[in-house]
């Protein structure tokens, strides 16, 4: 907890104008009384989903149903090695309980960094405190940036404007003069005050609303909706070829119930993958903790996922492409001005603000306001990015009262101005140029900057981030178009990413020449690298237009300006020092402030949507297969081929351990869209290849065998077959191959094979290889099934090719 004194006075700088009679707060006393009243902010902050919640997602799902009632009915009718099944699938949930909360302990620890921390005024003393410590009444310090954490009532306002468009829509931000309700999920944009907390905990307006925000969620994710899309069709493919199946395996078998059942049951199980949701799930948990590593908090799971689909990112200048702090380097007196008076001016301006932005702490570290001595403020206007300046109003030592104003150049001289070509040849390095003027109005007057004075230039440097240069790199790299957009000249901006190396940088925009027109404002922005002077409304419109041209849109930022913006773009992506509004809408927040963490979440969620992708693949030539089978064994009215044990067995070594280490292994291959088009363009030829080798080998097997255990022979065949197909598949979908990809699917083909030679192994599978002739075709058929499956990837592969 940190802490500071309010004196309260303002007799040399005029740092609290106006502030004299400032309410202390509540006492400690009355703090404890309301804590023994329950009167505490107590909803809880919380970035994941409760352990509960994570237990019923992953056991109780479809297909968890239908595999435990197939489970159970094994257990009454057959031997233990028909229902391994059910012990994989509980395996399976366990893993993705674990994997899930180790990332729900990640977010969970990252979220209190990340919380925020308003600043709370008792005894006289403000001190920041957690939002659970907030009591009912307390007195809750306001500035730019801040967000209203529990409902209130104003008590405190200094020129305090308050965005509320995150409760009602309404956009511009609304002044608040002391009486005014606030809203819990509102943010200050300017000035800055105090108000008393009149609801907390679940009482307060936005308390469900704010924790459904910071959940872990699922939603608006292509891949998990995908996942959903397959395993619906799936339930549908499942209903009537299990009938089917059903009534032909009790047809056939009608000698043997035990066995009728047994057949049926090897017939259904395959059809569901059930490894698929469980895969999923643990490829973006465990993407959860490596960024997490890395600390980057993932406010919404699907934000992994989403910057790996951007093909635009914006990025704010200031915080993102520089750090946060900047240097006063020179001064520049006009028109032979005094600088020893301009530097008090400088001095007292800096001092009459509470809350300074970067630009005016900068001012303040060169003319510290101690350097002001008998300057008394008589009034703020908080700076805003909508009108690009500040004001202070003083009494100055003589008694003659002043108006001065600090900010854009260009926004506060008209244009042709002289000063501005001065300006323009400071902006053209890459330096910031603030101009100090004098007002001849009101600072309350709204037209106050109609007519200025000017007395100085205040130029700064920033300081531009080492790792900027190669994060920009990267993006180029990988196809993604970097768009720099600052409130800043134009000019300047332009500079200052020509130095990082940003292609397009040297013919930066101002987007006060933006045509309003939503189409001709894409053409320019799909053009340009580079926009300066950009309000944080143009910012908003200019994401919208970028993706009304079908660009995937991220924004990066850390100031309020740039919260509608975020808010609006598809994935927005947060400074951990930003505001804590710019923090309360992105999904992605940097909690190191290091902008070359971003890389590292593409590359996540690259890893995760192509991986996943290989292995749907596994899971749905599976599911393929297995429907062909049961339509083929209803029509020719045969028994099932294979016994539960077998295909447990093969789903094992083929995809159930291969999947797991391919899902997780690093992929740099670029997203694409269409998940469910692409998985089942490969899996629905490589299905009917597999199925129909295998049925094949099947229906030889049963013209050559003969009597007693013959069944038994005929399903060892067909087994090899089967397993000789799946493999191939999995090799295709190992591919570019690597020594441990390699060494993974040998050792697949390794622990066939000691199941095939060890006897009680065979035994306990049921696998029993008789004669030479059939095994051997059984090899032979297989080897025409990979050349079919060669020749099918590779036509998928070309018409994919050809369709991007």
């Known amino acids: 907890m940190t802490e500071r004194a309010e004196t309260g006075t303002g ?70 090695q028909d229902g391994l099944f059910g012990f994989v699938i509980v395996a399976n949930t366990a893993i993705g309980i674990i994997q899930e909360l180790r990332a729900k302990r990640t977010l969970d620890s990252l979220a209190v960094i990340g919380e925020a921390r308003p600043e709370v005024r008792r005894d006289g003393v403000t001190a920041e405190i957690s939002t659970s410590q907030i009591v009912l009444g307390d007195l809750i310090e306001l500035g730019p940036g801040d967000k209203v954490v529990v409902d209130g009532v104003v008590g ?29 999920g509102s943010f200050v944009v300017a000035g800055g005050g105090a108000f008393t907390a009149t609801k907390v905990g679940r009482e307060a307006y936005a308390a469900q609303l704010a924790d459904e925000a910071s959940r872990f969620t699922l939603v608006n994710s292509e891949l998990r909706n995908g996942i959903s899309q397959i395993l619906k069709y799936v339930t549908w493919m499942m209903v009537p070829t299990a009938v089917g199946l059903i009534i032909s395996q009790f047809t056939v078998e009608s000698h043997d119930t035990r066995e009728a059942v047994r057949r049926t049951v090897g017939g259904i199980v395959p059809m569901v993958p059930e490894g698929l949701v469980l895969l999923t799930s643990v490829a973006f948990a465990i993407g959860v903790v490596r960024l997490g590593r890395k600390q980057c908090l993932v406010q919404e799971l699907p934000a992994i996922e989403g910057l790996a689909r951007v093909d635009v990112v914006c990025l704010d200048k200031t915080g993102t492409l520089t750090e946060g702090g900047m240097d006063v380097t020179a001064l520049h007196v006009l028109d032979g001005g005094d600088e020893a008076y301009v530097a008090r001016a400088l001095a007292a301006f800096g001092g009459s603000d509470p809350r300074p932005n970067a630009s005016l702490q900068a001012v303040i570290d060169a003319y510290p306001p101690a350097g002001a001595a008998g300057w008394r403020g008589a009034g703020t206007l908080p700076f805003s990015s909508t009108r690009k300046y500040s004001g202070a109003a003083f009494t100055e030592p003589d008694g003659t009262d002043s108006t001065w104003l600090l900010g854009a150049p260009d926004v506060l001289l008209p244009t042709g101005h002289g000063t ?39 130029v700064l440097e920033q300081r531009l981030r080492p790792d900027a240069s190669d994060t920009l790199r990267y993006f180029a790299e990988q196809q993604v178009d970097a768009k720099v957009i600052s409130g800043d000249n134009a000019v300047s901006v332009g500079a200052v990413a020509g130095k990082l190396g940003l292609p397009g940088a040297d013919e930066p925009v101002d987007a006060r020449q933006l045509p309003p027109e939503r189409d ?63 923090r309360a809408v992105a999904q992605i927040v940097l909690l190191d402030n290091s902008f070359a963490t971003l890389p590292s979440v593409v590359a996540e969620g690259r890893r995760v949507i192509g991986n996943i992708t290989r292995v749907a693949t596994l899971f749905l030539t599976k599911t393929v297969y297995s429907v062909l089978l049961a339509v083929l064994v209803v029509c020719w009215q045969v028994p099932y081929p294979f016994l539960p044990r077998h295909l447990t067995l093969l789903s094992t070594l083929t995809i159930g351990v291969p999947a797991f280490f391919l899902a997780l292994a690093p992929n740099k291959e670029r997203a694409r869209p269409h998940f ?71 050792a697949m083909g390794l622990a066939f094979v000691i199941v095939l030679v060890t006897p009680w192994l065979q035994r306990f599978f049921a696998l029993k290889l008789v004669g030479d002739e059939v095994p051997w075709s059984a090899v032979g058929i297989a080897a025409v099934g990979a050349v079919a499956l060669e020749v099918s990837w590779a036509w998928v592969r070309h018409r994919e090719n050809a369709a991007a």
């Open 11 to 80: 007799t040399d700088t005029g740092t609290q104008a106006g502030a004299l009679a400032r309410h202390p707060g509540l006492s400690a006393q009355e703090v404890a009384r309301r804590i023994e009243a329950g009167e505490v902010n107590d909803v809880p902050v919380r970035s994941s989903r409760s352990t509960a919640e994570i237990v019923r997602a992953n056991v109780f799902t479809r297909f968890n149903a239908i595999i435990g009632v197939l489970f159970l009915i094994i257990l009454v009718v057959g031997p233990i």
């Open 156 to 184: 405190e306002a200094d020129s305090l404007e308050i965005d509320e468009s995150l409760l009602t829509g309404e956009a511009d931000p609304v002044v608040k003069h002391p009486g005014d309700p606030v809203m819990s």
């Open 420 to 458: 501005l070509g001065d300006v323009d040849r400071l902006n053209d390095e890459g330096l910031r140029v603030l101009l100090l003027a004098r007002a001849g109005r009101p600072l309350d007057d709204p037209q106050v900057a109609a007519s200025v004075a000017p007395f100085a230039l205040v």
């Open 520 to 582: 001709a404002m894409a053409a320019v922005l799909e053009r340009g690298a580079v926009f300066g002077r950009v309000t944080p409304q143009q910012k908003r419109d200019m994401v919208g237009a970028l993706q009304s041209r079908g660009h995937n849109v991220a924004m990066t930022g850390d100031g309020v300006n740039d919260v509608l913006a975020l808010k609006d773009a598809d994935i927005g992506v947060s400074m951990g020092s930003g505001s804590e509004a710019t």
């Open 676 to 746: 469910v088009r692409r998985v089942m363009r490969y899996a629905t030829p490589a299905g009917l290849i597999c199925g129909a080798a295998a049925f094949a080998t099947y229906l030889m097997a049963r013209h050559i065998y003969t009597g007693a255990g013959a069944l038994d022979a005929e399903t060892s065949a067909a087994t090899l077959t089967l397993f000789l197909m799946e493999m191939w598949v999995l090799a295709i979908v190992a591919r570019p191959y690597t020594w441990w990809r390699v060494g993974l699917v040998l």
